[in-house]
């Protein structure tokens, strides 16, 4: 995959676990949409990491985009 579609891909995660934590009314509900959210970011660093079509630069990059999703999950569940 490119970085482009790797962004998308990104993207299109931290939308999924935001509408799921968003108008949240069980915190159990939220936890878990976190930790699955948390074990794809995992995941994806593994996948990006392995890809031998990212060059160094690029998987810095998508690193520092998982990063910064993950980050503004964790605040958006800790502000709930």
Avoid at 21 to 48: D, F, K
Wanted: net charge negative; with cysteine.
């Amino acid at each position: 995959m490119t970085k482009q579609e790797y962004k998308e891909v990104l993207q299109t995660q931290y939308n999924d676990v935001i509408a799921e934590i968003q108008g949240w009314h069980e915190l159990p509900n939220v936890l878990q949409a976190l930790s699955n959210y948390t074990n794809i970011c995992i995941t994806m660093c593994e996948r990006i990491y392995g890809d031998k079509e990212i060059n160094y630069s690029d998987y810095i990059y998508l690193n520092e985009h998982i990063n910064n999703n993950l980050k503004q999950v964790c605040r958006i569940v800790k502000k709930g």
